[in-house]
Antibody, heavy 121, light 108 residues
Framework: QVQLQESGPGLVKPSETLSLTCGVS?????????WGWIRQTPGKGLEWIAS???????YYSPSLKSRVTISVDTSKNQFSLNLRSVTAADTAVYYC??????????????WGRGTLVTVSS | SSELTQPPSVSVSPGQTARITCFGD??????GYWYQQKPGQAPVMVIY???QRPSGIPERFSGSSSGTTVTLTISGVQAEDEADYYC???????????FGGGTKLTVL
């Protein structure tokens, strides 16, 4: 049974860097999929942030690209998100997800439970 | 534009059919996907590749596509179907993912 679990601080100060990790169990992260981060601000919709595969091939949201870095650690079977210079607008539930990206296909078929990150001093 | 547009809300009585539409310029070139999200839970895919249903998703969920629109249909709506539904696709060049704004389905 494949499971994803987000971890990281629940509180980040403004202007600092938000760092999250997603641990994958039940499936090797090098098994040919992409792995993505999606966030959901309180009471709002879903926003894709970035995706990466085990080789480091990555895609970024155009609106967040300047502040985001996604990375992968195959030895630990996990991938990570860094979001720099955060503001209150970055307060959200952050989800990690198993992501398929091929010609004509881009979808998230398995999600973690999500973790709430609040940006506040 | 690669945005996806959904109605904010849809309301139906139990047993009726709910249809949620999603419009996007890239949909003729990219498949559409649908996710159900209940309060406090992570989204769950209910339709993939415009019209395919993942294992474990009830048969009353179906999807269709026509040009720049994909549609999620829930036949014989049940109270447990009350949730937010999001469509999702990618831009025409498949360089980024995009979600619709979500539709709140209310079962009256």
């Amino acid at each position: 049974q494949v499971q994803l679990q987000e971890s990281g601080p629940g509180l980040v100060k403004p202007s600092e860097t938000l760092s999250l990790t997603c641990g994958v169990s039940g499936l090797y992260i090098s098994s040919g999929y992409y792995w993505g981060w999606i966030r959901q601000t309180p009471g709002k919709g879903l926003e894709w942030i970035a995706s990466i595969d085990h080789t480091g091939s990555s895609y970024y949201s155009p609106s967040l690209k300047s502040r985001v870095t996604i990375s992968v650690d195959t030895s630990k079977n996990q991938f990570s998100l860094n979001l720099r210079s955060v503001t209150a607008a970055d307060t959200a539930v952050y989800y990690c997800a198993k992501n398929t990206i091929t010609v004509g296909h881009w979808y998230f078929d398995l999600w973690g439970r999500g973790t709430l990150v609040t940006v506040s001093s | 534009s690669s945005e996806l547009t959904q109605p904010p809300s849809v309301s139906v009585s139990p047993g009726q059919t709910a249809r949620i539409t999603c419009f996007g310029d890239a949909l003729p070139n990219q498949y559409g996907y649908w996710y159900q999200q209940k309060p406090g839970q992570a989204p769950v895919m209910v339709i993939y590749k415009d019209s395919q249903r993942p294992s474990g998703i009830p048969e009353r969920f179906s999807g269709s596509s026509s040009g720049t629109t994909v549609t999620l249909t829930i036949s014989g709506v049940q109270a447990e179907d009350e949730a937010d539904y999001y469509c999702q696709s990618a831009d025409s060049s498949a360089t980024y993912a995009v979600f619709g704004g979500g539709t709140k389905l209310t079962v009256l």
